[in-house]
């Protein structure tokens, strides 16, 4: 959501955007948090890549398919279930 990712939890029903910045947690805050650990950090995202709060009708929350591309800082690997721009195929 506006280029930003954000670790959603699986009942979160949300009806607006304000909904989704306060009750998740956004991807780069962790790994701000995680800066400080020495050595090296992995961050495992078992996401498909697509959009949960997309509908078929009206209005969806988000608007682009899939994750964000991540900047992550030197000395940390983001690992995902599916490729950028890619769906699961489970």
Excluded: K, W
């Amino acid at each position: 959501m506006a280029g930003r990712n954000y670790l959603v939890p699986t009942d979160l029903r949300p009806a607006s955007p304000s909904d989704v910045v306060g009750q998740t947690l956004p991807l780069d805050r962790v790994m701000t948090a995680l800066q400080d650990v020495d050595g090296l950090r992995l961050i495992f995202l078992d996401a498909c890549r697509d959009n949960p709060f997309a509908t078929t009708t009206g209005r969806s929350i988000g608007g682009a398919r899939g994750l964000a591309r991540i900047a992550a800082p030197e000395g940390t690997f983001v690992v995902y279930s599916a490729g950028a721009g890619q769906q699961a195929l489970d």
